[in-house]
């Protein structure tokens, strides 16, 4: 079984500074690992994904994340917060050998962008 | 290209009467389709998901059902809603082989008053 830790619900950055967003995860096998975006009354897109190779993962928007096997962390940057960042984001696992129902996603960090 | 969509996008029924969320998935054949409610404060909770035509498994007991008439069509039903049953609900799917990929739609806001 797989379980993501969000740490921070809320977090505030101003604007042009680095964003930083926390996700551990628990598995016993090695993880796939997603970051998903969501903005006002809009469902879920995807931001990036991990699943094998290159531990230092770019996305969308500017954003990237690094597999951390020996800290079993997922965090996810940007280097300058814009204030069309600011959403919630949500940190999802699942294990390589299960189908996507078997998807966990933390509880999310809503990220405020302040000028 | 690959497009998913879902209406009707808000939605304010009374206690009681019925549901009908429709859910489309174009530009791919065979998906697996999931339908998630968003409750305030609480995260993603996946309700049920389908592997092909009339195939439907549920995660967790409730008030509600699925059904997939077609292979790229996947509707959540209820036939008498409960104010619990009030929250943002979200249609995605995964293509297969994509490393468990999940892709959502636009989601539907029901309010159950």
């Known amino acids: 079984a797989q379980s993501v830790t969000q740490l921070g619900s809320h977090v505030s950055v101003s604007e042009g500074a680095l964003v930083l967003l926390r996700c551990n995860y628990s598995s016993s096998v090695p993880p796939y690992l997603f970051w998903y975006v969501q903005y006002p009354n809009q469902g879920l897109q995807l931001l990036l994904k991990?699943?094998?190779?290159?531990?230092l993962v770019k996305g969308i928007n500017g954003f990237e994340a690094e597999f951390k096997k020996s800290e079993t962390s997922f965090h996810l940057t940007k280097p300058s917060a814009h204030m069309s960042d600011a959403a919630e984001y949500f940190c999802a696992v699942s294990a390589p050998s299960g189908s996507a129902r078997q998807l966990t996603f933390g509880s999310g960090t809503q990220l405020t962008v302040l000028p | 290209s690959q497009t998913i969509h879902q209406w009707p996008a808000t939605l304010v029924q009374p206690v009681g009467s019925p549901l009908s969320l429709e859910c489309t998935v174009e530009?791919?054949?065979?998906?697996?389709l999931y339908w998630y409610r968003q409750a305030a404060g609480r995260g993603l909770q996946l309700l049920f998901y389908s592997v092909g035509i009339g195939q439907i498994s549920s995660e967790v007991p409730q008030n509600l059902s699925a059904s997939r008439p077609q292979d790229r069509q996947f509707i959540l039903s209820s036939k008498k809603l409960l104010l619990s049953d009030s929250g943002f609900y979200l249609c995605a799917w995964n293509p297969r082989g994509s490393g468990n990929t999940i892709y959502f739609g636009e989601g539907s806001w029901l309010t159950v008053v």
């Open positions: 991990y699943t094998t190779g290159a531990t």
């Open positions: 530009g791919t054949s065979n998906p697996n």
